[in-house]
């Protein structure tokens, strides 16, 4: 099924702040009934993988930086990989 929207978040040591807000934005782009993806970036964190597993148990789509790039590239990073129609 196509994709229309994808939503990308960068993250930098913010697990916690993603499991508290995530959920809520799904709740909403589920009630929209728009096809979407969340695609969680995260940019270097180093915090023992609290970050993917966050992505996994929200069903997020995971992308890693290695070492921290900043912002910007993090979310240029999910806009190339998105595969909505809209991002």
């Known amino acids: 099924m196509p994709v229309d929207l994808s939503v990308i978040l960068p993250s930098y040591l913010s697990a916690d702040v993603a499991r508290r807000h995530i959920p809520v934005l799904l709740a ?11 695609i969680l970036v995260d940019d270097g964190s180093h915090d023992g993988g609290a970050t993917e597993r966050v992505a996994a148990d929200l069903g997020c789509r995971y ?25």
């Open 28 to 38: 909403h782009l589920r009630s929209t009934g728009v096809s979407h993806e969340v």
């Open 63 to 87: 992308i890693e930086h290695a070492v921290n790039q900043g912002n910007g590239a993090s979310v240029r990073r999910g806009i190339l990989e998105a595969v909505g129609r809209s991002r």
